[in-house]
């Protein structure tokens, strides 16, 4: 079986404080990445190709206060300009094995978990803008503990935190014409992670799966046995 962020363990010890949920990042490096970096002109808000919002999406808007928690967190995010990275849906999706769990397919984050969400979106950002990811999809982001669990999600995960973002290059059931643009994408991503991962305290998981992780819980790498050596970008 092939292994995925939601059934592995996160291979380096998480550095939050835990005492709180709040974790802290250096805003200052992000800015100082943005600005040394020249991105390609490309118009802005650099949303990735209009895609069709699931029915199931749509079905859980309607249900509780989710519509209204979910449109709370795109005004936060709106005023960090990172509204339009990826769809909603796509962003509140839990875990792709939501459904052995029993629990959500999508999840607004407590108020709380918001603000952790901002460094790693705008690494997403960044990514998209200088034209490194393009054909993607989102789809694991913020995880209840009981979620976390189910999935086998390690027990400091970041996504417990919404401070992790899992997604696909390409089609769910890429074809052969596909792999080679996957690994040219991955090549690139490697690159932008040797680059600016530093500075980005960015990490880096390229599973087998094909699923990838970032967050920016601290600057490394790892692949499909959870250790940077198996880590395309270490070869
Ligand atoms: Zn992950």
Redesign the pocket.
Known sequence: MLMS??TVQDPIVHPMNQSSKQLIFNQKTLTQVQNNTTPPKRDVPTVTPSKPTPPSYTQWLAQKNHAQQANAYEIFLAKHQLAQIVPPFELLRTARDWQKCFGQEYAVPTQELWQNQVSTLKVLKLLVEQNILDDFEVT?VYRDLPTNQCVGGASE???LYNS???FRIGPATPQTTDLQRIALTKTKLCQFWRQHGANLNLGL?VYASG?I?I?TQGFRTWGANLNRQTSICSL
């Open positions: 962020c939601q694991s995960s970041r996504h992790a973002i899992d998981g699923q992780h967050d």
